[in-house]
């Protein structure tokens, strides 16, 4: 069951709440753990009562990756199978070992000169 377009953003806008919200809230994290059907719901994202929800924390190596797309695609399964499966993977961790001083004083400071398209205010 392919997800209209307007379906596909709400997918990918409550999908996208419970990641960042997982990833920077512990409390809502532990709850995604222990009760992922009211934790998924408060971020917008309604599975039947009677779903099976599988929360896959580290994606094998060789597999297919859990990009948005793949996520979509296990959603609309979900909607055919009744079994959920969302890829949310533990929180990001930020390499910083090769930045030097400098370069953290600038990101703290919010001199970023770095953008992946020019615009008016950055040309």
Not at 9 to 35: G, H, I, P
Not at 40 to 51: C, F, Q, R, S, W
Request: proline share 6%; charged share 20%; hydrophobic share 35%.
């Amino acid at each position: 069951m392919a997800l209209s377009p307007q379906a596909r953003a709400e997918f990918v806008n409550a999908y996208t709440r419970v990641l960042v919200t997982a990833w920077s809230n512990e409390d809502y994290a532990q709850k995604l753990n222990t009760n992922p059907r009211e934790a998924l719901a408060e971020a917008g994202l309604n599975v039947p009562a009677d779903a099976e929800i599988v929360l896959v924390r580290t994606i094998p190596e060789g597999t297919r990756d859990g990009g948005l797309d793949l996520q979509v695609e296990l959603y609309e399964q979900g909607l055919a199978t009744n079994r959920f499966e969302l890829h949310i993977p533990e929180t990001p961790q930020v390499d910083t070992s090769e930045l030097s001083e400098g370069d953290l004083e600038g990101i703290a400071a919010g001199d970023v000169n770095c953008c992946c398209t020019p615009c008016s205010c950055c040309t």
